[in-house]
């Protein structure tokens, strides 16, 4: 049951938010046991947010919960993949971009 929601300050096209969705669908995969057909997703433009005492950069922040346990090395390669994403769809600079992700042991659907 992995939830992704995608904060960013930039103006979200359509075209750029089925990119991400498709992207994000990906990535998910590389984390043991999840795939694009459990993954709820959120993605929200236009968003006030400053980054280091500014407002005028391009930044994201994407946070990402999980039922269950994940591996450090699973969860770097989805970074990194989550990361290179938003940097070509978004053109976000990857020290822009925060990303947590959340392992939650009880997950109630």
């Keep these: 049951m992995p939830m992704i929601q995608l904060t ?3 103006t979200v ?6 990119k991400l ?3 994000l669908g990906e990535a998910i995969s590389l984390l043991p046991g999840k795939n694009e057909g459990q993954l709820m997703l959120s993605i929200s433009g236009e968003n006030y947010m400053a980054f280091q005492g500014r407002d005028d950069r391009s930044v994201a922040y994407v946070s990402t919960g999980i039922a269950g346990k994940t591996d450090a090395e699973s969860c770097k390669k989805f970074g990194e993949a989550v990361i290179r994403l938003l940097g070509e769809v978004l053109l976000i600079p990857r020290g ?5 992700l959340q392992e939650i042991p009880y997950w109630v659907v």
């Design 96 to 100: 822009n971009i925060y990303l947590t």
């Design 13 to 18: 096209s359509d075209s750029a938010k089925a």
């Design 21 to 23: 969705a498709a992207g």
């Design 8 to 10: 960013t300050n930039v």
